[in-house]
């Protein structure tokens, strides 16, 4: 009888031995499964945020520089500005234009390469003689990898345009890179949709095809730029942090050229 009772009392041993492994197994395959699970909801949730700001960027460098496209027209725009025309690019003479353009008390020495890009050229010596430009903002800056300055806008917010667009691109970098100094066109999504926005890259950036219509550069005061408006980087409240209204409100003063 003492052996059956031992082998019992083993025998019920065995059994709760088995029970508490598997109980232990399951735990531990349950843990591992919401383990599993955590990692590729992390996953999902990491790729999502890349692919959001991945879009936010080319978004931005396809539609240029703060520039929603436009409507193409040849009529006004919406913005309170008269009914203008697109010069002939023979105002450019096909000669390399000389000047000065002031952003807030910033004066900076500009040339104009009409031999290069005779439309884009013509177009901003007309709009700067007939002082379109007076007054309005320089509404976008970005500080993170485009380095630009953006202009031109009678909207104020990247919207409005001289009541018509043109294209073709002129003098487009073939490998990208846009010196430090560069003045280009903004444009929206279509080649033809370049208007009186324009951007100045204060530091070398690269942009990627087709690119934009370089039709002059700073040739003096950059570097006072930068050191006025640039450096103190994107108010609060823009796009980003980097990317949005200038913290020090920027407007165009006179524009000279000859």
């Known amino acids: ?28 395959l349950e843990r591992g499964r919401r383990r599993r699970r955590d990692d590729l909801v992390a996953v999902i949730v990491f790729v999502v945020v890349i692919a959001l700001a991945t879009t936010a960027q080319v978004g931005y460098f396809v539609a240029g520089p703060g520039m929603p496209t436009p409507a193409k027209s040849s009529s006004a725009s919406p913005t309170p500005t008269a009914t203008r025309t697109l010069p002939p690019s023979s105002l450019s003479e096909n000669r390399t234009w000389t000047g000065t353009m002031t952003l807030n008390t910033t004066k900076l020495s500009i040339s104009l390469a009409g031999t290069k890009a005779p439309q884009a050229v013509a177009n ?4 700067a003689r007939s002082e379109f430009y007076a007054g309005l903002s320089c509404h976008r800056l970005t500080t993170s990898g485009i380095f630009v300055l ?75 730029l930068k050191t006025a408006i640039t450096s103190t980087g994107v108010a609060a409240g823009g796009t980003s942090p980097t990317d949005g209204p200038p913290k020090v409100a920027t407007s165009i003063g006179d524009i000279a050229v000859q």
């Open 150 to 224: 953006q202009c031109g806008d009678p909207a104020g917010d990247g919207s409005g345009g001289p009541g018509y667009t043109f294209g073709p691109l002129e003098n487009v970098p073939k490998d990208g890179v846009y010196p430090a100094g560069t003045i280009a066109m903004a444009r929206g999504t279509a080649e033809d949709s370049q208007g009186s926005q324009f951007f100045i890259v204060y530091k070398e950036s690269k942009l990627p095809a087709p690119g934009y219509t370089v039709f002059g550069k700073v040739t003096g005061g950059l570097s006072a």
């Open 1 to 28: 009888m003492a052996g059956r009772g031992a082998r019992e009392k083993a025998g019920r041993e065995a059994r709760k031995r088995v029970r508490s492994y598997s109980i232990r197994q399951q735990v531990h």
């Open 124 to 127: 901003f010596v007309e709009l």
